[in-house]
């Protein structure tokens, strides 16, 4: 029965029932039940990690099994995209305490799985581990292949680079605000920004077809859009402005919740976290991929970002701070 607990079914029966949700990928020669996994790769591939504490990275109170399952594949395959590479396989490790039900387990591994074929077709969590803790941790690998391109990295912008975004700005920012504010009927009335803060979409075949049309620089906007440009700005010693006139159509997205709760989208916009966009430059003149939209210029100086001809100070979320 499903209402069993970890404690009472035990890690390999737990496991077991857990793994059997879960699709294989397509890239793996051997997929999960060995010491390892064995993933087919032409060439050179990326590897990517991150980790989601409980209370410090999501809260039970709001996410559920399945919410979290979809954003630690969301969350990773991102980086991967971001390096210009198509997804292949993940590794999972989890902590649960030994109360945990099995049917949350396997309601991680639904979200597991569903992220995977919405996001990374063919792409499968290929083996983890499964471990009793006293606050539910999860740890993800995630493995990608360049098929024989040069990886996107930080570096690479150059001044007169177009500055484009592909995904969303701001929305992930204002789904916790909602959440935060305990405010039911507000909650209720904007279920879809807090539904992406919950389970983030990034655009991840995006991440490809950048490569393709040549980008420069790239990465995911995991804590927020200010705070990830300086990275690019530093990597490549160049500074880079963004506009405000560009920026209007991601902050009318959210105008009805800002007012509800009585904030400025523009600093979601500039500064939220977890959208996992994809922020990218491209050589001037470029043609940019449809899902691409200009929100700046890569500009020659010491490392340093401006929204139209002032000073933008970076800010947004620090993971090792919690804020």
């Known amino acids: 029965m499903n209402d069993q607990t970890l404690a009472e079914l035990g890690e390999i029966e737990s496991l077991r029932r857990t793994v059997a949700r879960l699709s294989p990928s397509t890239h793996a020669l051997v997929g999960s039940g060995d010491d390892a996994a064995v993933i087919v790769s032409e060439g050179s591939f990326v590897v990517s990690t991150d980790t989601l504490i409980e209370n410090h990275d999501f809260k039970l109170a709001w996410s559920s099994a399945f919410d979290l399952g979809y954003k630690a594949v969301a969350t990773n395959l991102a980086d991967i995209a971001a390096m210009g590479a198509k997804p292949t396989a993940l590794v999972v490790a989890l902590v649960?305490?030994?109360?945990?039900?099995?049917?949350?387990?396997?309601?991680?591994?639904?979200?597991?799985?569903?992220?995977?074929?919405?996001?990374?077709?063919?792409?499968?969590?290929?083996?983890?581990?499964l471990a009793s803790g006293e606050q539910i941790v999860v740890s993800v690998t995630v493995h990608g292949s360049l098929e024989a391109r040069a990886p996107i990295l930080r570096s690479g912008a150059k001044p007169g680079d177009i500055v484009a975004v592909a995904g969303t700005l701001g929305k992930s920012a204002c789904g916790l605000a909602l959440l935060e504010s305990d405010n039911k009927d507000l909650i209720s009335s904007y279920d879809d920004w807090v539904s992406y803060h919950l389970r983030p979409e990034p655009p991840i075949q995006q991440g490809v077809e950048a490569a393709l049309a040549g980008a420069s620089s790239m990465l995911d906007i995991s804590d927020g859009l200010s705070q990830d440009l300086i990275r690019i700005c530093k990597a490549s010693n160049v500074s880079i402005k963004i506009f405000s006139k560009d920026l209007q159509g991601f902050e009318a997205m959210l105008e009805l919740p800002a007012l509800g709760l009585g904030v400025d989208p523009k600093s979601w916009v500039l500064h939220g976290g977890e959208d996992h966009a994809l922020v990218a430059t491209f050589p001037e003149g470029s043609t940019l991929p449809k899902a691409f939209k200009a929100i700046g210029v890569v500009v020659s100086g010491e490392p340093a970002l401006y929204l139209d001809d002032k000073t933008l100070e970076p800010q947004g979320w620090d993971s090792v701070t919690g804020r």
């Open 96 to 129: 649960v305490p030994n109360s945990t039900k099995i049917s949350w387990l396997e309601g991680f591994a639904d979200g597991l799985d569903a992220a995977c074929k919405a996001l990374a077709p063919g792409a499968g969590v290929v083996g983890g581990d």
